[in-house]
Each structure stands twice: as C-alpha cells, then as structure tokens.
C-alpha cells in the first residue's frame, strides 16, 4: 500500500466510545457544568425517551454502499488506524484481496501482496517506508448450514518498527458438521462490512479495540477469538503484554489499559502480572490520567448482565484502585451508566468513576431494567456467564452491600442512568480535568444527556503502596 499517513492524531477510539483529546472546553448550554467534586450525587435514573426511543439497532443489508466491496483486485481496503504504547508510533492495517466463503475455501498466500506503508508529514515526498506483516484467518464453523470463510489478506505496519510474521495455509477446509445452533456474530463476512463502514472514521482516528464475548466466536478445534486478534493491530509487543486480549498504550496524557475478562484475570495469571508490571512503570507525570477498559462492567445496575464480572472485580479492583485508576470504560450492556466514586461498593473520593457506555446500538435490543426495579432481581445463580471464568455472586456477604445481591432502589453508587443509544467524548483539560461529555444518538449533538468535570486529587489521593494489598483469593476458579 502506498499511502500517506499523517502525524498519529491526538485522538483515540475505544469500542463504542470515542475519546477526544483536547485542549478545549466544549460548550455547555445552561447551568453549571457539575464536578466529580460535587457529589457523590443522588442516583437519578433518566425515563425512557418515548419519542426518541431507539430500542433496536437494525444491520445494515449486504448490498449497501457503504459495506460493499468496491476495491478492485488486491487494491487496499478497510484502510484503519491504531495506536503503538506511544504517541510517536502508529499500526496502519488494511485488507487486500477479497474473502471466500464457502464449503470448500482456499486461502490466500499471504505473503503473496507486500505489506508497506510509505508515509511523510508532508503528502509528497513520502520518505518514510515501513514494512509489516500479513496474514490471512480461516473461521471453519462446527455447525450444519454454515459455509466456511477465509479472510483476504489482513496486514499491519507499524510505522517506526518493522515485524514479519508467516502465517500461511493453502488448504481446502472441509468441516465435520454439528447439530448445534451458531452464534450469530461468527457470519464472518459482518466483520469486512464493518470494517468499510466504518474505514471513513477509523482511517483518520485510531481505533484501539478490546475483546468481547461477541468477539469469541468458536470454531473447530475450539479456536476462539481468531476475527479479533486478527483484524486489529494491538501494542502488544511494545506494552509487553504480548497478548491481544490486554495491552496499553498512551495517547495525550493518558495511560490507556485494556484489560481481558474472557482470559485469565486471576492473580496468579500473566494478565495480572503485567498489570502488576504495567502499572508500577507509568509514570504520572508524563500520563497524569489512568483509564482502564474492559468489556462487562463491574458497577452496573441494569437487570442484563447484572454482576456477571464479580469474579474479576474481585481479583482485580484493589490492584487497580491502590494505583489510582480515575476512570474505567465498559460496554456489554446495551444501556449508558455513569457510578459516583466507589471502591468495593463503598462510596470513595478517591475511587474510579466507572462509565458503562455499551450503548453504541445492538440488534439484541437496549437494556431497559434494573435489578432494583420491583420484581426484577434475577436469581444468583442466572448470572453466571461460562465465558467469565468463574461465579462470585456469593461475596456479597460483607461491607455496604451485605445482603444485597439487589438493592430495593437505585444503589448510592449508581449516578446516573439512561436506557438510550448513544456515544460519549472525553476531552482532558488539564492533569486534574477532563470533561465527560455522554451524548444521546438520537439527539445528535443538539444536547448532552449526560456532562461532567470529572476531577483528579492527586494530593488527597495519593497512590497506595502495594505492600497494603491483601493476598491473593484461592477459591476463585481459574480460568
Ligand atoms: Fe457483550
């Protein structure tokens, strides 16, 4: 591929959220705009939007332009931009040459197209080459009915360093069928719309992505996760995690860490480990800001996947909590909600403020309902999601949220919640100021259905020393 890329743009996109980094405060009609200093606040739960309401997110058919194939031969397509761990260093990746999908399918070579980014700050001359690596991936479905697929040729450069990898298979893939009804997220042919639907955005700001349970997608030789770890480039290498499940990276002040719930999470894991390492090496100075994402949330209050991640929560918070994470993204529930500071269910002023933003739109419909709500508390033992790695719905015997597996109202760490689709944008201000700004999809930007100061106490928070941290939990179920 011969194309210029610009300087990595101070910005970055983070699942369904889009994190902006700026130097400029966003407008704001009406009052003052509140502070993390201002509460913590009652819980406020938002009515449903009757006239607005979108429940249900519809895909986009095969045949719109905007998810077409129009690249001609082994022309570049779903052209898309990510962040290395720092500022000076991007991954473009792109895909060459057209899927196949079938019951017999044979995948490119591919090495057979070369993987090299020419680039430059100014568009002529391009005097800067890097040269990555291709691969192709092959999605076999151990179910009756479904076809094969073999992707085009996926490639990656990384424009400051240079890998190659092989990676190469040239036979006919016949599958040994099952009886078993797919998920409907493995029809892989979804991930190259996706891919040219969204190439217009994520080929101008970085898109830094973490796994979710949609993104498992089983196939034979219970392979997993292979659409995922494919497509997308990560800083692995580069944060030391050499994993495309958890990495981090920094962007504009920020210390970005992305954290696997559906792989290892206990302590005694390599996940936590280098998270160990990860965090004793930022350097606040540098990257004041500490977010951390993952996919299910911890401090959710809606009915869908009510407290599905407890068994993470409780191997990871304190780790993340005594290093003085400020802010923590997570989707998987199809609804906005935004915590008071809390810390193992206790309001804390110097807790992380936990944004569940897994409202970008989804055909499994929005989450409307609470566990609070009356009738509404689902039984323990419902929550337990296989994928998770274990089931922790039983610690909650001890502290603020003894006995309650539901509460009978709004928990106090709840702040505020909607049932809408939406986005949100975070724009850091300072090393003690960013403003959250959550945005209604159906309000465009005419209004804010949720706004923010979200302030760092680095002097009435300071960082705890890891000495304090209590041992690791032994009866968790491993991953
Ligand atoms: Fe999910």
Redesign the pocket.
């Known amino acids: 591929m011969e194309k210029w890329a610009a300087p990595p743009p101070l910005a970055v996109a983070i699942a369904v959220a889009a994190i902006v980094v700026a130097g400029v405060v966003a407008g704001h009609c009406g009052g003052r705009i509140p502070t993390t200093l201002d509460g913590p606040f009652e819980p406020v739960t938002s009515p449903l939007d009757g006239a607005g309401f979108r429940g249900l997110a519809v895909d986009l058919p095969d045949l719109d332009p905007r998810v077409r194939r129009w690249a001609v031969g082994f022309e570049p397509e779903q052209i898309s931009v990510s962040l290395s761990s720092t500022e000076d260093s991007v991954w473009i990746s792109w895909v060459t040459g057209d899927s196949q999908i079938g019951q017999c399918i044979k995948p490119l070579d591919p090495t057979s197209v070369a993987s090299v980014v020419r680039y430059g700050r100014l568009r002529r001359p391009l005097i800067h080459k890097a040269v990555g690596y291709s691969l192709v991936y092959n999605q076999l479905y151990p179910f009756e009915g479904l076809r094969n697929y073999t992707s085009g040729i996926i490639h990656h450069v990384r424009l400051t360093d240079l890998y190659l990898t092989n990676g190469t298979g040239t036979d006919c893939y016949h599958c040994t069928f099952k009886k078993t009804t797919p998920i409907h997220e493995s029809y892989q042919t979804r991930w190259d719309d996706w891919a040219r639907f969204m190439e217009p955005l994520i080929s101008e700001v970085p898109i830094m992505v973490v796994e979710?349970?949609?993104e498992i997608e089983e196939q034979v030789g219970s392979k997993i996760f292979e659409a995922y770890s494919s497509r997308f480039a990560f800083p692995s290498y580069e944060s030391g995690s050499f994993s495309t499940f958890y990495y981090s990276y920094n962007a504009g002040g920020i210390h970005f860490i992305m954290l696997g719930a559906y792989t290892s999470y206990n302590r005694t894991g390599e996940q936590y480990k280098w998270l160990e390492r990860d965090l004793a090496n930022v350097d606040r100075t540098v990257t004041p800001w500490l977010i951390a994402t993952w996919?299910?949330p911890w401090y959710s209050t809606y009915r869908s996947?009510y407290k599905e991640a407890e068994c993470m929560r409780v191997e990871m918070e304190e780790l993340l909590y005594f290093h003085g994470v400020d802010i923590v993204f997570s989707?998987?529930v199809h609804a906005y909600e935004r915590s008071n500071r809390v810390y193992n269910y206790t309001l804390d002023p110097c807790g992380p403020v936990y944004i569940t933003i897994?409202d970008g739109g989804n055909r499994e419909n929005m989450a409307t309902s609470h566990a609070d709500d009356p009738g509404n508390c689902p039984e323990p033992l419902s929550t337990h999601d296989k994928h998770l790695g274990g089931f922790c719905a039983t610690n909650f015997i001890s502290g603020p949220a003894a006995g309650k597996f539901c509460w009978t109202h709004q928990p106090d760490y709840s702040a505020y919640r909607e049932s809408s689709f939406g986005h949100g944008i975070l724009e850091v201000i300072n090393d003690t100021h960013a403003l959250w700004t959550w945005h209604r999809n159906q309000d465009v930007y005419n209004s804010a259905g949720d706004m923010i100061y979200i302030v760092r106490q680095p002097n009435e928070c300071p960082l705890k020393p890891i000495s304090l941290r209590p041992k690791a939990i032994d009866s968790l179920t491993s991953l």
């Open positions: 979710g349970n949609h996919h299910p996947h989707g998987h897994g």
